[in-house]
């Protein structure tokens, strides 16, 4: 009977290590599923920061293009660092807010259409956390501008959409 005892013990001691390892088992798999999902989790809000400051280097440089082409700006006054974003801006200049730095770099050319000029306009933004200064995020944007006037010129550039306007119109009769 002793005999007989003893493999019932020993049997249950079996059947306890194999709900053990079956636990065991079970958690691990659950933990590594855990730790697929924080993984996904953390490289789509890496792409999405990623996207943002993508998104951000197009918005500055078109800006910076658009006040160029407007004549608020000249390319020597926008290139170099963007100021940091206050929230109180007037949009009286360009102004960028995140961790890191922005910065413009403005390059002109002449182009071969007579009275325009070709402007590259790159925004660039640079990393906060390395020494050395890598691009995180970058923008660069061309096109072609009319030539400011020069002083010596006395006269405004010819109208040429008001000029067709004039033409194709139909002539006003006098009574």
Request: charged share 20%.
């Amino acid at each position: 009977m002793q005999l007989r005892r003893v493999n019932i013990v020993a049997g249950g001691c079996v059947r306890r290590g194999a709900l053990l390892l079956a636990v065991l088992l079970a958690l691990s798999v659950l933990v590594g599923a855990g730790l697929a999902v924080i993984s996904i989790l953390e490289q789509s809000t890496g792409a999405m920061i990623r996207q943002r400051e993508q998104r951000q280097a197009c918005d500055l440089a078109a800006s910076a293009m658009a006040r160029l082409e407007a004549g608020i700006d000249t390319p020597e006054t926008l290139d170099g660092p963007v100021p940091a974003w206050d929230g109180l801006s007037d949009g009286s200049v360009i102004s960028a807010g995140g961790a890191g730095s922005w910065e413009i770099d403005v390059k002109t050319e002449p182009s071969a259409i007579a009275g325009l000029v070709r402007v590259t306009v790159a925004a660039s933004k640079l990393s906060s956390e390395s020494s050395t200064g890598s691009v995180r995020a970058k923008y660069e944007l061309t096109q072609l501008i009319r030539t400011p006037l020069l002083p010596s010129e006395s006269a405004a550039p010819a109208d040429v959409i008001g000029d067709i306007q004039r033409r194709s119109a139909p002539a006003e009769q006098s009574p």
